[in-house]
């Protein structure tokens, strides 16, 4: 074995034990497969008013602007996969429901937490100083891009990245580095014929196979839109008060996936299975006492308030 793949397989170890479910590495390089649909996406204005899609577009393409040097691009995946969850919420009609990942600790904290001794673990082992960076969905990093090169999975017709041991119900984080390693390579796609996240979206947010018009999405509307919802999307929102998980509910990848390892990312019960009438009394202390280091604040109160009047009446009509 060569130092690289020893090094390789030591950064791959400590991932594990640190509680992500897969590591991969691919060599670092601008995503030039990535740039046209990037591009095209963007001027068809499938961002909605996601301005923030549109800076930092090279920086996106090229993890060398956002590492000078960088030689490799570590992917790793946490899950969040709770199936009993599962069973609980998909024959309750009655009740407002949040995205699973929004239902634990905030994934940004708790990703960068083992990212950052998964990096100073790298240097010890290269012995030297190294470059590099962490991140989270917190920098212009297609991140399912690097994973589907480090071959932790395929991105499926919903846009979502599948594995075929945990499905989709994961978080993803990388490591962009002055390191080399020993590559992995991508895999094949496994969605075969199959289109239920197509066919169960309420919105035609997936205009098309592997394409996802993100203005129409569940989860844009109830968490990055500021505005009032359009009323053509009312009814679609269906019990929904932030985010959205229909086409991941659907993806038979997911009905066999495993359950996620890391406590901090579980549901918490205070916030779970709680009824209309619970969520619709909700007032800003209590919304502050729940929410307190949770992802779901990115909505705001306003926000969260503006859905829960539109779910409500759903589920009253």
Known sequence: MTQQEKLTELVRQRAAALGFEACGFSKARRLVEEESRLETWLKESRHGSMSYMERNFDNRLDPARLVP???????????????????????RADIPRISNYALGE??????????????????????????????????????KAWARLSGLGWIGKNSNLLN?????????????????????????????????????????????????????????????????????????MGQWMYGCDICQDVCPWNRKAKAGSEPRLMADASITMQDAVFWDELDLHEYRRLFKNKAIKRAKFDGIKRNIAIVNNNLSS
């Open 164 to 236: 075929k041991e945990m499905g989709s119900f994961f978080f993803i984080g990388e490591m962009i580095i002055d390191v080399d390693f020993e590559y992995d390579t991508p895999v094949a796609d496994h969605c075969g014929r199959c289109t239920k996240c197509i066919d169960a979206c309420p919105t035609q947010a997936i205009y098309e196979p592997y394409k996802v018009d993100g203005s129409k999405c569940i989860s844009y509307l109830t968490i990055e839109l500021r505005e009032a919802i359009p009323q053509e999307y009312h009814s679609a």
């Open 106 to 143: 905030d994934y940004h904290t708790v990703l960068k937490e083992k990212l950052f001794e998964l990096y100073n673990y790298t240097e010890e082992l290269t012995g030297s100083e190294i470059n590099g960076r962490v991140f989270t969905d917190s920098a212009p990093v297609l991140d």
């Open 69 to 91: 040097g960088a030689k490799s691009v570590v992917s790793v995946f946490c899950s969040y996969n709770q199936p009993n969850l599962f069973r609980q919420t998909k024959n």
